[in-house]
């Protein structure tokens, strides 16, 4: 990207993390950018993978996360906070972005109990297709839990057609995949950190790649990929993950009551690490491992 092009697209940012609160056009973007209207929209999306319109939208709920899970200020407080002046609106997309509302998320503590799925199955029969390969970082560079998701846009919110979350990056397998065009999102903290917007001043690990084409049946293995720092490029991931301890514990809990081990998850227990039950995986095992350790720990 043109060195330019990329400070220009900067100052922007910036801007609009200055002025969450306050209105502004695409006519002020351009401005602050110092490019007309028509060009800064298409350089803006270039560089970061979105609309202008739809990047500040983003900003603005990464904002009301943070404020939810550090405040005591309530819903309507922070919508106004954060540029809205209807808390219905607000309210109707942090809950579309997120995949709970602004009180449930305050309530789990900026976690949910489990990650749903958009379920695309045509009623006949479900998607079969797979999407794996290994998920790299740097030697010197120790990350905890790998948040691993196929989404039909370039920023994480809504709800992924499949998921999965590691112990830490490493191999993963996304299972019921439908046909379509996705992208793989990739989120990553250091170890010991579990709640991103209430860590302020942590920098989470990303990446993104695709459009991936996948097909009825298909088996899609991608090359490996590394994760890199958060730039001030890439949209604030939205969606709202799954607390892996509280879960794991739970159901170790319940297998200690009935008597089981540590190994794969019993009969009619949740499971954890299957998309289609809403759970965080497709990689059958893996998530199992990483959750029961997390348990040991907490």
Request: a positive charge.
């Amino acid at each position: 990207m043109d060195k330019a092009i990329e400070q220009a697209v900067h100052r922007v940012i910036r801007l609009m993390r200055e002025r969450l609160g306050e209105p502004l056009t695409i006519d002020d973007l351009a401005r602050t950018a110092m490019f007309s209207k028509f060009h800064f929209s298409r350089i803006f999306q270039r560089a970061t993978g979105l609309s202008p319109r739809k990047f500040l939208s983003a900003m603005r709920l990464q904002e009301a996360k943070q404020l939810l899970v550090s405040t005591s200020l309530n819903v309507v407080d922070i919508s106004h906070r954060v540029g809205y002046n209807s808390v219905g609106t607000f309210s109707t997309r942090f809950t579309s972005s997120v995949g709970v509302s602004p009180t449930t998320y305050r309530r789990y503590g900026g976690f949910v109990p489990r990650i749903a799925v958009d379920d695309r199955s045509d009623g006949a029969r479900s998607p079969s297709a797979t999407v794996g390969g290994i998920i790299s970082s740097a030697p010197d560079i120790p990350l905890g839990h790998t948040f691993i998701g196929l989404f039909p846009q370039q920023i994480p919110q809504g709800r992924p057609v499949s998921c999965t979350v590691l112990e830490r990056p490493g191999p993963y397998l996304l299972d019921k995949v439908p046909p379509g065009s996705w992208f793989l999102l990739v989120h990553a903290l250091p170890p010991g950190v579990v709640n991103e917007p209430a860590a302020r001043g942590v920098r989470p690990y990303v990446l993104r790649h695709g459009p991936i084409r996948v097909h009825d049946d298909g088996e899609v293995a991608l090359p490996d990929l590394a994760l890199r720092p958060l730039r001030l490029l890439d949209p604030p991931v939205l969606l709202a993950l799954q607390d892996v301890r509280s879960t794991a514990r739970r159901i170790v809990e319940a297998r200690a009551r009935q008597g089981h081990g540590f190994g794969l998850p019993t009969p009619g227990e949740p499971a954890i690490d299957r998309p289609e039950h809403g759970g965080v995986g497709g990689h059958l095992g893996t998530a199992t491992r990483a959750a029961s350790d997390a348990a040991r720990a907490a």
